[in-house]
């Protein structure tokens, strides 16, 4: 697949324990991205952070087990990001979508290199 220069950047922000019919929501929405045939999606774990909620969990460094940010990001073109919007919006319950323009300077697999 080639993506073009002008590409879009999809960045989705919930939460790690989410869920979408008892499966991770992070795992669903890549999974559903590559279903879709979009050019990746990579998943970040945060250690800390806070939403509309404004809640921080203070104690959260000492555990385990509390609820990290993540953020799942995607590039691909316009139209593929875009149509792939809804299948997010119909699977996040709390979070937080945003969309921007990237210069997608190269992007090749294992089997492109010379």
């Known amino acids: 697949m080639e993506l073009p220069r002008d590409a879009v950047l999809l960045r989705i922000f919930i939460g790690e324990h989410d869920l979408f019919e008892g499966e991770p929501l992070f795992k669903v929405i890549v999974l559903r991205a590559r279903e879709q045939h979009l050019a ?3 998943v970040f774990r945060g250690p800390m952070g806070f939403g509309k909620s404004s809640h921080v969990d203070k104690n959260a460094a000492l555990r385990l ?7 799942i990001e995607m590039v691909d073109t316009e139209e ?12 996040i319950g709390p979070g937080l979508v945003t969309m921007e323009r990237v210069d997608a300077i190269f992007y090749k697999g294992k089997d492109d290199q010379a």
């Open 80 to 91: 593929n990001i875009r149509s792939f919007l809804p299948t997010v919006e119909n699977t």
């Open 40 to 42: 990746g999606a990579t």
């Open 65 to 71: 087990s509390f609820d990290a940010p993540i953020v």
